[in-house]
């Protein structure tokens, strides 16, 4: 299975502050990369596919880069609608496996 | 307006079984591969199965294989999962997510408990 490791677990950020969480696969993925969004008691919430392809509907302060096997996600101005955990996702192989997550709180 | 609604979750004893449903509406059903994933109370996502528009291609993570069946009707526009052989480490939040490699809609999932 391909372990994808995702860093940090946790962060304390301001509205309005750039943050970035990085993603690293146990194997190359090429580009098959999913970040998603959740928050307490919801469904996740698909904001990146294709490492860097923004969803329909997504805010552009949302960005995703990375190939094979280092990955990141940025969100460049956070918004207080933006704290909740992010998972990435690899889909190069069956099994689907999502990262541990990272949760962003506020500082 | 693209909806998921998950069914079928409750409290069940070790070694016990559920039939999970999701009913979809607002897209065309047939047109998609569908996807189950679980969270554990407090842990992160675990994806378990998909399931081809037609069912006729399927595949599950390993720790559920031989013990889950995914399956659905396209004429009921329904997903169902069935859990059989339940242990205590299958309680979690179910849901349903259209799509194969990615899950664009999401339903609000179904907490099963095994205790």
């Known amino acids: 299975d391909i372990q994808m490791t995702q860093s940090p677990s946790s962060l304390s950020a301001s509205v309005g502050d750039r943050v970035t969480i990085t993603c690293q696969a146990s194997?190359?993925?090429?580009?098959?990369l999913n970040w998603y969004q959740q928050k307490p008691g919801k469904a996740p919430k698909l904001l990146i596919y294709d490492a860097s392809d923004l969803e329909t509907g997504v805010p552009s302060r949302f960005t995703g880069s990375g190939f094979g096997t280092n990955f990141s996600f940025t969100i460049t101005a956070l918004q207080p609608e933006d704290f909740a955990t992010y998972y990435c996702?690899?889909?190069?192989?069956?099994?689907?496996?999502f990262g541990g997550g990272t949760r962003v709180e506020i500082k | 307006e693209v909806q998921l609604v998950e069914s079928g979750g409750g409290l069940v004893q070790p070694g016990g079984s559920l039939r999970l449903s999701c009913a979809a509406s607002?897209?065309?059903?047939?047109?998609?591969?569908l996807s189950w994933v679980r969270q554990a109370p407090g842990r992160g996502l675990e994806w378990l199965a998909y399931?081809?528009?037609?069912?006729?291609?399927?595949d599950y993570v390993d720790s559920v294989k031989g013990r889950f069946t995914i399956s659905r009707d396209n004429a009921k526009n329904s997903l169902y999962l069935q859990l059989n052989s339940l242990t205590v480490e299958d309680t979690a939040v179910y849901y349903c997510?259209?799509?194969?490699?990615?899950?664009?809609?999401w339903g609000q999932g179904t907490l099963v408990t095994v205790s």
């Open positions: 194997q190359d993925i090429n580009k098959y």
């Open positions: 607002g897209f065309r059903f047939s047109n998609f591969w």
């Open positions: 997510a259209r799509g194969r490699w990615r899950g664009n809609f």
């Open positions: 996702q690899q889909y190069e192989d069956v099994p689907l496996t």
């Open positions: 399931i081809k528009q037609d069912g006729t291609e399927k």
